[in-house]
């Protein structure tokens, strides 16, 4: 089994969850040509791709979806409103196979359960994944403004975690972005910076937890060592009982591939 991300940030978005049986994506925001150079570590490609799982209709997302799809037929999986949107946005062929999911209703592809949740993020029904095989649980939850109860209890007991530590706000403040921009990112609809990261770590921490990964970093407003200095600072100063270095903490990269757990 490997867990591993392609490319994470504001340029694409990609995971891979592969088992013995079923490979899958988690969204296609770069490149096919990308997906194919970080599918080849793991000796596949991206005609060997089972499924696509999509969180929302964002470009950095599906970029490559109807590249993808309309050569190599793979069931695209997405909300109904995502799935409307990616269709007005993205040309497919008429046997495109689109596969409406609902959040929190678990659905099963090959061995793995997965089941999809609800995030608070500026699209038309945008959700993150929780990914069950062989008593192993894994998740994949990015682009959300704010956290609540229902997203912690999504996020219990994973074996390894992909989530958003998008910006320092102190860097989005001063920094060039227009500021309409800024409001978005900071908003309730927008992304999480690090510091909020760190505090829903602190929440879903556990002593069989084995990685995890800081993602969807903003190349403009943020840095790897500031976002893992704030995520762990967090995670110090919390209540539960552990300390930002009692797990491995490290953060996705733009460019190369991230292996976040294998088997």
């Not at 049986?21 to 997906?35: E, F, M, Q």
């Not at 999504?154 to 921009?181: A, F, Q, V």
């Not at 919390?238 to 491995?248: A, C, E, L, R, V």
């Amino acid at each position: 089994m490997n867990f591993a991300n392609i490319s994470s940030g504001s340029d694409g978005n990609c995971t891979l969850f592969q088992t013995s049986s079923v490979n899958i994506l988690i969204d296609a925001g770069i490149s096919k040509k990308r997906i194919n150079e970080g599918l080849k570590k793991f000796d596949c490609n991206v005609s060997e791709i089972d499924a696509i799982l999509i969180s929302h209709e964002h470009s950095d997302h599906i970029c490559a979806l109807s590249v993808i799809e309309n050569k190599d037929h793979i069931p695209i999986y997405a909300t109904k409103e995502t799935i409307e949107e990616i269709k007005r946005k993205k040309d497919f062929k008429d046997e495109t196979e689109f596969v409406e999911i609902t959040p929190d209703k678990a659905f099963k592809i090959g061995d793995v359960m997965i089941n999809p949740f609800s995030v608070s993020h500026d699209a038309a029904n945008p959700i993150a994944f929780r990914l069950e095989c062989k008593n192993k649980a894994f998740g994949v939850c990015t682009d959300l403004g704010i956290y609540d109860d229902y997203i912690i209890g999504n996020l219990k007991g994973l074996t390894s975690l992909l989530i958003e530590s998008n910006h320092d706000i102190r860097m989005l403040e001063t920094g060039p972005y227009p500021y309409y921009l800024k409001r978005r990112i900071m908003s309730n609809k927008g992304h999480l910076s690090n510091e909020s990261s760190g505090r829903l770590i602190s929440e879903i921490m556990h002593d069989d937890m084995e990685k995890i990964v800081l993602g969807h970093l903003s190349k403009q407003n943020n840095y790897v060592n500031l976002a893992l200095e704030a995520v762990k600072c967090e995670i110090d100063m919390s209540k539960n009982k552990y300390n930002g270095n009692d797990f491995p903490i490290i953060a996705a990269s733009h460019d190369t591939h991230t292996l976040i757990y294998w088997d």
